[in-house]
Nanobody, 115 residues
Framework: QVQVMESGGGLVQPGGSLRLSCAAS????????MGWYRQAPGKQRDLVAL???????MYADDVKGRFTISRDNAKNTVYLQMYSLKPEDTAIYYC?????????WGQGTQVTVSS
């Protein structure tokens, strides 16, 4: 069982920046594919960004150029650096780990972009 825990959410003004962190358990972390998803009220949960064990990255179109996903295998942690935040980025952000065909989710962290 892989435990996943997000941190770093909060309230930020439009145009601001925020960095989310996600810690995952397990000695095989370097073999996990890691992703960030978000879910706004009344909407489905959508992929924001992912990073493979080979460090390939993928981004949703609406965050390209503004968000950066990275990982530190020594710390079992993946990050989502968010710049130029917009009100429409407001959502609960979830971290996902994929390992051996299983999906593991965190509880989510709220990001609110508002003046």
């Amino acid at each position: 069982q892989v435990q996943v825990m997000e941190s770093g959410g909060g309230l930020v003004q439009p145009g601001g920046s925020l960095r989310l962190s996600c810690a995952a358990s397990g000695s095989a972390f370097r073999n996990y594919a890691m992703g960030w998803y978000r879910q706004a009220p009344g909407k489905q949960r959508d992929l924001v960004a992912l990073i493979t064990m080979g460090l390939r990255t993928m981004y949703a179109d609406d965050v390209k150029g503004r968000f950066t996903i990275s990982r530190d295998n020594a710390k079992n942690t993946v990050y989502l650096q968010m710049y130029s935040l917009k009100p429409e980025d407001t959502a609960i952000y979830y971290c996902n780990a994929v390992f051996n065909g299983n999906n593991y989710w965190g509880q989510g962290t709220q990001v609110t972009v508002s003046s």
